[in-house]
Nanobody, 123 residues
Framework: QLQAYGGGLVQAGGSLRLSCAVS????????MGWFRQAPGKEREFVAV????????YYVDSVKGRFTISADSAKNTGFLQMNSLKPEDTAVYYC??????????????????WGQGTQVTVSS
């Protein structure tokens, strides 16, 4: 199971740190991704840390502001979000999967999903 938490209400320019706790199994050997869905929009890829080598990938709109990381000892992934903007407002989901690198941004390739945590950025 995955449980995402850490969302909340923050003013533009502020920061939040999302966490994704994995229980029942280790996430070693899995890619861990973050996705978000804004009201009226489709869910989109935000960031991922790859199972092999820990490489990270981001959607262009968050590059330089968001940082994805993982702590294998705690079986937890993180998404540090800085310089938040109102357009970052969305429900954020974490997910894990074992797909190959070419499919790392594809949400349908992920096997396990958390329940989502709301992030609201006020202007």
């Amino acid at each position: 199971q995955l449980q995402a938490y850490g969302g909340g209400l923050v003013q533009a320019g502020g920061s939040l740190r999302l966490s994704c706790a994995v229980s029942g199994r280790t996430f070693n050997g899995y890619n861990m991704g973050w996705f978000r869905q804004a009201p009226g929009k489709e869910r989109e890829f935000v960031a991922v840390i790859a199972k092999s080598g820990g490489r990270t990938y981001y959607v262009d709109s968050v590059k330089g502001r968001f940082t994805i990381s993982a702590d294998s000892a705690k079986n937890t992934g993180f998404l540090q979000m800085n310089s938040l903007k109102p357009e970052d407002t969305a429900v954020y989901y974490c997910a894990t999967g074992r797909q190959i690198l070419s499919a790392i941004r594809q949400q349908e390739a992920y096997l396990y999903w958390g329940q989502g945590t709301q992030v609201t950025v006020s202007s």
